[in-house]
């Protein structure tokens, strides 16, 4: 008889999941129900570039969960693999939120090395245009969140940057921006807004009719055949539609019902389990805090992300580097403090040389949950 081991429980149950990575967020799938038409809006504004032709420049905007970045990386995908002259750089604002960030991570990708600090903006951009007089591909980017990038003060300024190279010399590129905020276009001046928006393309909320369609395509990739009870996925497709028709929080909900199943040692899927997915996908207290953050604290927690611990006066100075409205000191440490009290960020005191004490902050909650709470808010 062999060695029995704990992790070999015995009798083996059927397993519930066939591959639960397609349930996962950065999951790309080979098909996306339901956006035909922002697909071939995509193909339209990009196809130019297969005949030698500037690709249009696209300002993709809806609300979260519609599919925005799922597509655009799908259509990109695509393109790439069908022909050898379109190569493209994605960028998330929340990760690069400022122009000097930007134009070196596009520096670097047009095979030009460049530190992203300690060297100016200008210079980089300098770098940026000679990388692109010898660019043998067009370069498509994406800059996702781009809101993200224009509530620091330097991001108008970038967007204006890259649409003057649009087109330069014999070269240019496609510029693809994404957002959440319908009204992001409001505090930008108009010439960049009509370069940015050759195109817009516009993501509807999802119907439940739909996110059945799509939480079905989802789970026959990641379940075993029969793992889910009937009900499941119509009431995963309810749920999500009644909390803004955001695909993802339907995804979310099938994985961790799935999740708790299999720990559970069910055949089946449940609509229970679905049920104890739900509310804990709500009730969890930093995700509840993180939705309901104001301008002023989303900055604050993006800083932190980004730059893991800062003491009270870098945290200031960073804060008043990218917030377009300025806030004194005082009130800067109100809002620490506030945030610091609901236990989403931690505040170590510390003593610092003859200046007497400081604060260290950090977050209080993992960085990837605060990142993907921060960038799924609209
Ligand atoms: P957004 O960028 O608009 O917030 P995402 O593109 O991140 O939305 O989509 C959220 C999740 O839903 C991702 O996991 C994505 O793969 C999935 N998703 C969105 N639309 C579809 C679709 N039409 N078909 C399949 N999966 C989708
Ligand atoms: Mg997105």
Request: with cysteine; hydrophobic share 35%; glycine share 8%.
């Amino acid at each position: 008889m062999p060695k029995s081991n704990i992790f070999s429980s015995g009798e083996e149950s059927r397993p519930l999941f066939n591959d639960e990575r397609s349930l996962y967020p950065e999951y790309l799938p080979e098909r996306l129900p339901h956006r035909e038409p922002q697909i071939s809006e995509l193909v339209y504004a990009f196809k130019p570039v297969l005949s030698g032709l500037r690709p249009r420049n696209v300002f993709v905007y809806g609300s979260t969960g519609t599919g925005k970045t799922a597509t655009v990386r799908y259509v990109l995908r695509e393109l790439e693999e069908h022909s050898q002259r379109a190569k493209s750089i994605y960028l998330n604002c929340f990760e690069f939120g400022s122009r000097q960030s930007v134009l070196a991570a596009i520096t670097n990708f047009l095979g030009i090395a460049v530190p992203r600090r300690g060297i100016g903006a200008d210079e980089t951009y300098t770098k940026l245009l000679e990388g692109m007089k010898k660019c043998k591909f067009v370069p498509f980017i994406v800059l996702d969140e781009v809101d993200q990038l224009l509530s620091g003060n330097d991001g108008s300024k970038l967007l204006y940057d890259l649409l003057r190279i649009t087109e330069y010399g014999k070269a240019y590129f496609g510029l693809i921006a994404i957002s959440n905020d319908f009204s992001l276009s409001a505090n930008l001046d108009p010439r960049v807004k009509s370069s940015l928006a050759e195109q817009s393309i516009v993501f509807e909320r999802y119907s439940p009719k739909q996110l059945k369609d799509i939480l079905s395509q989802r789970s026959s990739l990641a379940f075993a055949e029969g793992s889910l009870e009937k009900d499941v996925i119509p009431l995963a497709a309810a749920h999500a539609a009644k909390l803004g028709g955001d695909a993802r929080i339907g995804i979310e909900c099938l994985w961790k019902a799935g999740k708790a199943a299999e720990k559970e040692g069910a055949e089946k899927v449940s609509v229970e389990h679905l049920r104890s997915a739900f509310s804990e996908i709500e009730t969890s207290p930093g995700r509840k805090l993180l939705k309901h953050l104001d301008e002023n604290q989303k900055i604050l927690v993006g800083i932190l992300v980004e730059k893991d611990r800062l003491n009270s006066g870098e945290l200031f100075r960073e804060f008043n580097s990218r917030s377009k409205k300025k806030i004194t000191d005082r009130r800067f440490r109100e809002i620490a403090s506030e945030l610091a009290e609901s236990g989403l960020l931690k505040a170590i005191p510390q003593v610092k040389g003859k200046r007497g004490k400081t604060r260290v902050f950090s977050l209080a909650v993992s960085k990837e949950f605060a990142k993907g709470e921060l960038e799924n808010k609209p």
